[in-house]
């Protein structure tokens, strides 16, 4: 069965956004393993609540993501 897993910043997708995740990611899989992958494909769209998360040691938050690299 194929499986994914989207962890996503709680609050920043749609239902839409997160329909279209499902949707895509059920596409690919059926144009990489064939028709017989669509009804067996598992996709899940989690939401990680602000500041549950990190990355090299340093929590993420949402105010974080947004703020625009300077250059």
């Not at 949707?23 to 992958?37: C, F, K, P, S």
């Not at 609540?49 to 947004?66: H, R, Y």
């Amino acid at each position: 069965m194929p499986f994914a897993n989207f962890k996503v910043p709680a609050a920043t997708l749609t239902p839409e956004q997160k329909e279209q995740i499902v949707t895509r990611t059920t596409e690919l899989y059926v144009e990489i393993y064939g028709e017989r992958a669509r009804a067996t494909t598992l996709v899940l769209v989690e939401e990680v609540p602000d500041g549950g998360w990190g990355i090299g040691g340093d929590v993420l938050t949402l105010a974080k993501l947004q703020q625009t690299p300077e250059g």
